[in-house]
């Protein structure tokens, strides 16, 4: 198994850029799809962003897509997400997630480890 700690968050004005990132542990971080996840107060967990443990494809939902960056360094066991031009909606709490999702990569449940997650927060 895997464990995941989340740090980078924190309150950016609109337009402002943070650097999220995701410290594994345990099992080779190499081995697993990696993602990034979001959640809104009284909305449901969404997809953010995903990375395949093979052959370098990256995903990303349409509204991030073009603003944000998903990227890993194995030699760091460490998950990134390198978030540039934030909107106010872009506030929530921020999670990674582990697992084996072949190519479903925007569905939580396919991932089996997450981190406690990291707050971000958007001014206007």
């Known amino acids: 198994q895997v464990q995941l700690v989340e740090s980078g968050g924190g309150l950016v004005q609109a337009g402002g850029s943070l650097r999220l990132s995701c410290a594994a542990s345990?099992?080779?971080?190499?081995?697993?799809?990696m993602g990034w996840f979001r959640q809104a107060p009284g909305k449901e967990r969404e997809f953010v962003a995903a990375?395949?443990?093979?052959?370098?494809?990256?995903y990303y939902a349409d509204s991030v897509k073009g603003r944000f960056t998903i990227s890993r360094d194995s030699a760091k066991n460490t998950l990134y997400l390198q978030m540039n031009s934030l909107k106010p909606e872009d506030t929530a709490v921020y999670y990674c997630?582990?697992?084996?999702?072949?190519?479903?990569?925007?569905?939580?449940?396919?991932?089996?480890?997450w981190g406690q997650g990291t707050q971000v927060t958007v001014s206007s």
């Open positions: 990375g395949r443990r093979t052959g370098g494809n990256t």
């Open positions: 997630a582990a697992g084996f999702v072949g190519d479903i990569v925007q569905r939580p449940e396919m991932y089996r480890y």
């Open positions: 345990g099992r080779a971080f190499s081995a697993y799809d």
